[in-house]
């Protein structure tokens, strides 16, 4: 994975002209900031806060990924799909729940972003309607055709405020989540 961070940042920088002082990495090798649950959810918000119309932003994960019971009934297949920080043991997953409202919702109007998320299941991560799959197989985006826009469309109604109050809820059932089995693990 750290090989892949060094190149997939090299090929911003050379190809796309991405500026180093513009570039965050998180990396669990002791010289960079660790990819913990609260930096990399505390980066998604920096590149959010930062962006404005017109910019192209670029969101790469390379790490491990997992496929857990759908916590609040948004997932047709019954699981959520995740990411797994170096801390999750302690501080959870960052389900797709989680990096759709802190990364993708309030990514400003106009904003290009790019998002490679090299993972086991990450194929839905984003909860987007289209999705690519590098298996050699798919050569370009393809819809979902079964995608619930009810979801989505929901949380466009809501607006940003809507939206912290949604995320919020969701943060406290994981919080109470994670306390049960704390307690049923003997933390």
Known sequence: ??????????????VWGFDESNITELMDDGAHTSPTRNNILSAYKTLVSSARAGDAVFCHY???????????????????????PV???????????????TLVAPMPKDVLMTVVMDCCHSGTILDLPYTIVGNGEMQEMKLDEGFDFGPLLQLAK????????FHAQGKERRAKRRQRWKNRLGF
């Open 62 to 84: 390379s790490g491990h990924g997992c496929s857990i019971k759908d916590d609040d009934g948004d997932e047709d297949d019954g699981m959520d799909e995740a990411l797994c």
């Open 87 to 101: 801390d999750y043991a302690k501080a959870g997953v960052l389900r797709d729940d989680d990096v759709f409202t």
């Open 1 to 14: 994975c750290h090989n892949d961070v060094g190149n997939m940042k090299e090929y911003i920088k050379d």
């Open 158 to 165: 809501m607006g940003f405020e809507g939206l912290k109050q």
